[in-house]
């Protein structure tokens, strides 16, 4: 019994051998060492009484596609294959080769009117030459992407209405250029001169841009950071406007080195914070619900500086064991740290941990008086001994955290610079270094431990 195939008008007729043969022909055309016979011969394998022309396609997709790892020319002839499918679903209708540039550069002009009308894009478009931009398309330039490339862009980046894209790649790449360039004096000819740059892969702009250019919500930065405030307002204004930037497709950082650590005195409540890590769950939390309009995860990264107390806990974060409560796995963590740490550790000098709770001052200018504070500590501990309680901290957190960075776990290490201070600093701070009520400190580094990491970590 002969095979039938649906069409997409629900109509069935036989199954015809060399439609499937053309296809795969153009698809190979031009490219070394791949065979049309091999790519047909698998796909048939998958073919079934009333199958639809959409899973014959996907079968010719799938058959170059296992392929790729033999021979890397099958993603171009992936690509092709997946490219024919989409130029039907934004030209809505069949094409053939002869009319193939006349279509192509006709839909793009108005499928741009189109998605205006349909508010998907702004209508400032509308002021371009779209004639003009459409005659200067280059179809041709479609055939430089491979299989991987032209999958994501399908998933991820063509505008659609209803599930249906309304964009092919070289009208992809136009509408972003237009975008950028709405407020140039030449606009077209600037639009023009970024399209030939993005089409021809010698430029991309960051994945805001690609998704956003051209909208009606025009959000083209990348990357975004800022810091917490310690209250519960700045905590939750903060994750709000997080959760805005990502929205849009922005990622994020954030620097929550000036919340309080765990045992923190609350003055409003009477009672002890439970620390950093069940405003980071929040954090995290958000990046995974507001997942970047449905486009694609939600990118942040927490980060942390060296002095933090709570800073074993931070470690801990990404790890698969332990209380998930307390775990994040879904953003990412980055540890600050400074020259002073590092000189330290080459030193074998003490290193100290702080909650900054009641050192509001120093907290936005810790790099700069981190030397006066230490010094401070180190010189002031005996007389100041309820205020600052020493505890060896039993982990070379340097090694700790390379080896994090290792397996994952940890994003990165920052290395910044301290600005030297002055002697009048120093009185300054030795001067109201009374008033801060909950300065705490721990030691936990050895040079030995460090440079000599399978031998037990001792402690200063």
């Known amino acids: 019994m002969s095979k039938r195939v649906k069409k997409r008008n629900g109509r069935l007729e036989d199954l015809n051998l060399d439609k499937i043969n053309k296809c795969a022909e153009i698809a190979c055309r ?67 080769t002869e009319d193939f540039q006349v279509k192509y550069k006709k839909h793009f002009s108005s499928n741009i009117k189109r998605m205006v009308k349909e508010d998907r894009l702004s209508k400032k478009l509308l002021s371009y030459d779209l004639d003009f931009l459409a005659e200067n398309i280059k179809p041709d330039r479609d055939k430089l992407f491979k299989y991987l490339g032209i999958q994501t862009l399908y998933d991820r980046y063509f505008v659609h209405l209803k599930g249906r894209r309304m964009e092919s790649p070289q ?84 620097d929550w080195s000036s919340i309080r650590a765990s045992g923190s005195y609350i003055k409003g409540t009477n009672g002890n914070s439970s620390g950093l890590v069940p405003w980071l769950k929040i954090f995290n939390d958000t990046l995974v619900a507001v997942n970047q309009g449905g486009k694609r995860k939600g990118a942040g990264c927490a ?65 700069k008086h981190i030397i006066n504070i230490l010094s401070l500590l180190i010189r002031e501990k005996l007389k100041y001994s309820e205020k600052c309680r020493q505890k060896t901290f039993g982990k070379n957190v340097l090694r700790h955290c390379l080896k994090r960075v290792i397996l994952g776990l940890l994003s990165k290490i920052l290395l910044i610079s301290d600005i030297a201070t002055s002697t009048s600093e120093l009185s300054i ?32």
Request: proline share 2%.
């Open 303 to 367: 980060y942390l500086e060296v002095w933090h107390y709570d800073i074993e806990d931070f470690l801990e974060l990404r790890k698969n064991t332990g209380d998930d409560r307390r775990r994040c796995h879904d953003m990412n963590t980055a540890l600050w740290t400074c020259d002073e740490f590092i000189q330290r550790v080459k030193d074998e000098r003490d290193w100290y941990l702080f909650d900054l709770v009641c050192m509001s001052y120093m907290v936005n200018n810790f790099q």
């Open 171 to 254: 009208a992809f790449y136009m509408r972003v250029a237009m975008g950028l360039c709405l407020n140039e004096e030449n606009k077209e000819e600037k639009a023009l001169e970024i399209y030939d740059m993005m089409s021809e892969f010698r430029y991309s702009p960051s994945t805001p841009t690609l998704f956003n250019s051209g909208t009606n919500r025009s959000q083209l930065s990348s990357c975004y950071l800022s810091t917490v405030h310690d209250s519960i307002d700045g905590i939750f204004g903060t994750i709000h406007g997080q959760a805005r930037l990502s929205k849009y497709a922005g990622g994020l950082g954030v």
């Open 30 to 96: 031009d490219l070394e060492d791949v065979s049309v016979s091999e790519v047909v011969l698998d796909a048939s394998i998958q073919l079934y009484d009333k199958i639809s022309t959409k899973e014959i396609d996907k079968a010719l997709i799938m058959s170059a596609r296992s392929k790729i790892e033999k021979e890397p020319n099958y993603g171009y002839v992936a690509a092709r294959l997946l490219l024919h499918n989409l130029y039907k679903e934004v030209f809505g209708e069949a094409f053939d």
């Open 429 to 460: 701070h030795l001067t109201y270094a009374p008033k801060y009520s909950y300065i705490q400190s721990r030691v936990f580094i050895t040079k030995e431990s460090y440079l000599n990491l399978e031998k037990p970590l001792s402690v200063i």
